[in-house]
């Protein structure tokens, strides 16, 4: 598996593998943590509207995902590679809204 993910993510080592997942992980906690501080903050409970708690995660906490990731992978100094899984990441995003021509 570690194998795949040198490959995957073009690292030298199994070490950056593990580096990598670990801010994956720290990412993904700081988040949860930052989340149920954002929701507490404006007033959101379980009891709130979904649609408003489904707006809050794509407008609020989704964009935090991403400057989190960074800074993780700055304090791992791992940001060059975070930084562009980041570009490729908006680039695939954004050709979803990309208006495709049709070729006869």
């Given at each position: 598996?570690?194998?795949k993910l040198?490959q995957?993510?073009n690292?030298?080592?199994?070490w950056?593998?593990?580096?990598i997942?670990?801010v994956?992980a720290?990412t993904?906690?700081?988040?949860?943590y930052?989340k149920?501080w954002i929701f507490?903050?404006?007033?959101?409970?379980k009891?709130?509207?979904?649609w408003?708690?489904?707006?809050?995660?794509?407008?609020?906490v989704?964009?935090?995902?991403?400057?989190?990731?960074?800074l993780w992978?700055?304090?791992?100094?791992?940001f060059?590679?975070f930084?562009?899984?980041?570009?490729?990441?908006?680039?695939r995003?954004?050709?979803?809204?990309?208006?495709?021509s049709?070729?006869?």
């Open positions: 598996m570690i194998e040198k995957r993510w690292v030298k080592n199994g950056d593998v593990l580096i997942l670990a994956f720290c993904g906690f700081s988040v949860l930052a149920r507490e903050s404006i007033g959101l409970t009891q709130s509207p979904a408003i708690r489904w707006t809050v995660n794509i407008l609020i989704l964009p935090l995902y991403q400057v989190i990731l960074l992978g700055w304090i791992w100094r791992k060059d590679f930084w562009a899984f980041e570009k490729r990441m908006f680039s995003i954004g050709s979803l809204f990309r208006r495709k049709s070729r006869i």
